[in-house]
């Protein structure tokens, strides 16, 4: 039985896991639900599977990287429902490490997460009750700076580090910091890697993962477990170890 919470947002909702998370809460009793994406029309077409379910949902194309105007948004979107659960999860590959991929990377996955966290908890410091939850979207990329993808796993590194020091730091305003660290996911990024996805799982299960360790309110939302393992002990290893393990792993082409 998962808890009931009213009031979601989510950005990167136009495909992969922030679809799937829309619709698990649109089944689930929320009541509203706002979402972001770049592409308005697999946006919108989210937006209308929502309110199939009777919730009021809304879409908004907007960039993450626009603080000014995530800010603007996130404000609105407060003011007609005080928003409870909040997941940061608007994210993009890296492809070829050019030097426009490069920033692109680092700008959307790590400033596109800091203009939707940080507008969002001074709004739940002010607020003195009702559920107060922030979700970061990381990956299992982020446990180790990889070489198939420099700037991607380096970036979700990054807002890993991040949401776990938030975790802690915002636990006396009562707020709950949870990041997620998923594997491979059935998503629009993953559709383009041409390395071997084990573990490969569809959006929809990861979705019902999250959700149900978001109701528990774990701070590391790390799956599958084998990978999270692998992961977790090539970063405990010697580099020298580490390194050699790592070149002999498969890259993208």
């Given at each position: 039985m998962h808890k009931k919470i009213k009031n979601i947002l989510i950005t990167g909702a136009s495909s992969g896991i922030g679809e799937a998370l829309a619709l698990f809460y649109a089944a689930h009793g929320a009541e509203n639900i706002f979402l972001?994406?770049?592409?308005?029309?697999?946006?919108?077409?989210v937006v209308q599977q929502c309110k199939k379910y009777g919730v009021r949902t809304e879409g908004k194309v907007i960039d993450v990287t626009d603080t000014k105007a995530m800010k603007n948004w996130l404000e609105s979107c407060n003011k007609k429902a005080p928003l409870e659960l909040v997941f940061a999860n608007a994210g993009v590959s890296t492809g070829q490490e050019t030097t426009e991929n490069i920033y692109n990377t680092f700008n959307t996955n790590v400033m596109g997460v800091l203009n939707t966290v940080t507008p969002?908890?001074?709004?739940?410091?002010?607020?003195p009750d009702g559920e107060k939850i922030i979700a970061i979207t990381?990956?299992?990329?982020?446990?180790h700076g990889l070489s198939a993808c420099p700037s991607y796993s380096a970036s979700k590194a990054c807002v890993k580090a991040y949401g776990e020091a938030l975790r802690n730091s915002l636990r006396p305003e009562g707020i709950s910091v949870s990041v997620i660290c998923p594997g491979f996911v059935k998503s629009r990024i993953t559709d383009q890697n041409t390395c071997p996805m084990p573990f490969f799982?569809?959006?929809?299960?990861?979705?019902?993962?999250?959700?149900?360790r978001i109701d528990k309110n774990i701070g590391l939302i790390a799956f599958p477990w084998p990978m999270r393992f692998g992961t977790w002990f090539l970063s405990v290893l010697p580099n020298r170890l580490s390194?050699?393990?790592?070149?002999?792993l498969p890259h993208k082409v």
């Amino acid at each position: 039985m998962h808890k009931k919470i009213k009031n979601i947002l989510i950005t990167g909702a136009s495909s992969g896991i922030g679809e799937a998370l829309a619709l698990f809460y649109a089944a689930h009793g929320a009541e509203n639900i706002f979402l972001s994406g770049r592409n308005a029309k697999r946006l919108e077409d989210v937006v209308q599977q929502c309110k199939k379910y009777g919730v009021r949902t809304e879409g908004k194309v907007i960039d993450v990287t626009d603080t000014k105007a995530m800010k603007n948004w996130l404000e609105s979107c407060n003011k007609k429902a005080p928003l409870e659960l909040v997941f940061a999860n608007a994210g993009v590959s890296t492809g070829q490490e050019t030097t426009e991929n490069i920033y692109n990377t680092f700008n959307t996955n790590v400033m596109g997460v800091l203009n939707t966290v940080t507008p969002v908890v001074e709004m739940m410091k002010n607020r003195p009750d009702g559920e107060k939850i922030i979700a970061i979207t990381s990956s299992i990329a982020g446990y180790h700076g990889l070489s198939a993808c420099p700037s991607y796993s380096a970036s979700k590194a990054c807002v890993k580090a991040y949401g776990e020091a938030l975790r802690n730091s915002l636990r006396p305003e009562g707020i709950s910091v949870s990041v997620i660290c998923p594997g491979f996911v059935k998503s629009r990024i993953t559709d383009q890697n041409t390395c071997p996805m084990p573990f490969f799982m569809s959006a929809e299960k990861a979705a019902r993962i999250i959700a149900a360790r978001i109701d528990k309110n774990i701070g590391l939302i790390a799956f599958p477990w084998p990978m999270r393992f692998g992961t977790w002990f090539l970063s405990v290893l010697p580099n020298r170890l580490s390194d050699l393990i790592y070149s002999r792993l498969p890259h993208k082409v």
